[in-house]
């Protein structure tokens, strides 16, 4: 069947029940695509996808799962018969840091398995339909790939790997496929009763360079811009939303 959208094209969006991922699904289907939103959480993921409205479609899946990821995959091409746009944003992200002293090897690969797995399976299954169309790739970093906190060894190592990742498929995949990433740094990426519950402090906005913390709208727009044709000469790509403070020195 031909994509509901108004300008023809499909995208895959991983993660997209909350967050930044369903900020970027939100964004491109004001643009006017069919976006097929994925979660492991189906009840929320089938909630948000029937409020997105028609262009908006929902499966579960495991991207650590090679064989969930195929089937969505299939089910996807089965549906609407092309694949324009993959973005890579489910992730593990345990906002309780664990000691490298009690980390868990079963956590640590889990970590990494959807990470750093997931968009390699992802890449893998969807690149011949994206290649057909002269697809794009944006997988979702962090600026965590390149400063830490403590405690953060197997996020920081699974966000250090996929930059690694996305410069060896924009390699590979290139020139018909461009692959590029974007590595958010503090974003609100909290649902709007929990923003109005527990706002950000003036402190919080006034430490970044640009004023403000950053918004799922701030990640959405670059992303967006990205899989579009004007980006038709970048690949292989970090670009870095963070209100500027990786590029700030702090001294205590």
């Not at 324009?84 to 980390?103: F, G, K, Q, R, Y």
């Not at 750093?116 to 299954?125: E, V």
């Not at 697809?135 to 970093?141: D, E, F, H, R, Y």
Request: aromatic share 6%; glycine share 10%.
């Amino acid at each position: 069947m031909e994509a509901a959208s108004t300008n023809g094209r499909v995208a895959l969006v991983t993660g997209a029940a909350r967050g930044i991922g369903l900020g970027i699904a939100a964004w491109l289907i004001s643009e006017g695509w069919q976006v097929v939103l994925t979660d492991l959480d189906r009840v929320r993921g089938s909630k948000v996808a029937k409020v997105l409205g028609e262009t908006a479609w929902f499966i579960t899946m495991d991207v650590a799962d090679e064989r969930q990821v195929a089937l969505g995959v299939a089910e996807v091409l089965g549906q609407f018969g092309r694949l324009d746009a993959l973005v890579c944003n489910a992730a593990v992200a345990d906002p309780h840091n664990i000691t490298l002293e009690s980390l868990d090897l079963a956590y640590w690969n889990r970590v990494l398995a959807v990470n750093l797995s997931g968009p390699m399976l992802l890449a893998k299954h969807c690149a011949p339909y994206l290649r057909a169309h002269a697809g794009a790739i944006v997988n979702l970093a962090s600026t965590r790939a390149g400063q830490s906190e403590p405690d953060t060894e197997a996020y920081a190592a699974s966000k250090g790997g996929l930059l690694a990742l996305t410069h060896a498929l924009a390699i590979s995949l290139g020139p018909e496929i461009r692959v590029n990433a974007v590595s958010p740094g503090w974003i609100d990426a909290r649902d709007p009763a929990v923003r109005r519950a527990e706002p950000l402090t003036e402190a919080d906005h006034a430490q970044h360079p640009a004023g403000r913390v950053g918004t799922v709208e701030d990640v959405a727009a670059m992303v967006a811009w990205l899989l579009s044709k004007n980006a038709g000469f970048v690949t292989g790509q970090e670009f870095v939303v963070d209100g500027g403070m990786t590029k700030k020195m702090v001294y205590r």
